[in-house]
Each structure stands twice: as structure tokens, then as C-alpha cells.
Nanobody
Framework: QVQLVESGGGLVQPGGSLRLSCAAS????????MNWYRQAPGKERELVAR??????TSYADSVKGRFTISRENAKNTYLQMTSLKPEDSAVYYC?????????WGKGTLVTVSS
């Protein structure tokens, strides 16, 4: 069993920064790739960033150069978000695929507004 808990969301002005955290508990190991997704109202959930077991990272085109995913040991993953735009407003979810199951956290809300 795996549990994921996101934190760090909030209200920020355009151009501001936030750092999201994902704390994993249970049987998570360094070989599991970790992902950040987001879902805005009325839109489908989209993959924002991924970090693999060898720390290879990839990003959605819309966030390249502004967001950075990182991990500290196998159980803590972060998403540093800078130069935030109103269109970045969404619920952000941490995700891992492990043991044939897609695990999700409950999400943390990011609102970018003046």
C-alpha cells in the first residue's frame, strides 16, 4: 500500500513562486518514477513533470523552463514552480505507478491571481 500526501499549494500572484511537496509512505522505492499532474476546472488531468529512478526529468511544454521537479530519497518529491501564470491555476496531484496500481494523492490547490 502506498499513500501520497501533497502540500505547498496556495494563492500566489502572477510571476510568483511556489514549492509543492509530495510525501510518500508505504512501499515506495527509488526505482519508482514520480509524477506531478494537474487538473484545472473543466479540463482533463495533465502530466506536468516526471522524474525517473535515475533522476531523468521531463516536463510539459507549457511549464518548461519555469518548473523543476526533484526528489530527496525515494519518498519525497518536489515541484518548484516559478514565473507562475494564471493558467497554472489547478489542483496539483502527486502520482506513482507501483505494483500494477496507479496511486494518487488528494491534491493541493494552486491559484495564481492578482
Amino acid at each position: 500500500q502506498v499513500q501520497l500526501v501533497e502540500s505547498g499549494g496556495g494563492l500566489v500572484q502572477p510571476g510568483g513562486s511556489l514549492r509543492l511537496s509530495c510525501a510518500a509512505s508505504g512501499s515506495i522505492f527509488s526505482f519508482n518514477a514520480m509524477n506531478w499532474y494537474r487538473q484545472a476546472p473543466g479540463k482533463e488531468r495533465e502530466l506536468v513533470a516526471r522524474i525517473t529512478s535515475i533522476d531523468t526529468t521531463s516536463y510539459a511544454d507549457s511549464v518548461k523552463g519555469r518548473f523543476t521537479i526533484s526528489r530527496e530519497n525515494a519518498k519525497n518529491t518536489y515541484l518548484q514552480m516559478t514565473s507562475l501564470k494564471p493558467e497554472d491555476s489547478a489542483v496539483y496531484y502527486c502520482n506513482v505507478f507501483a505494483y500494477g496500481i496507479n496511486y494518487w494523492g488528494k491534491g493541493t490547490l494552486v491559484t495564481v491571481s492578482s
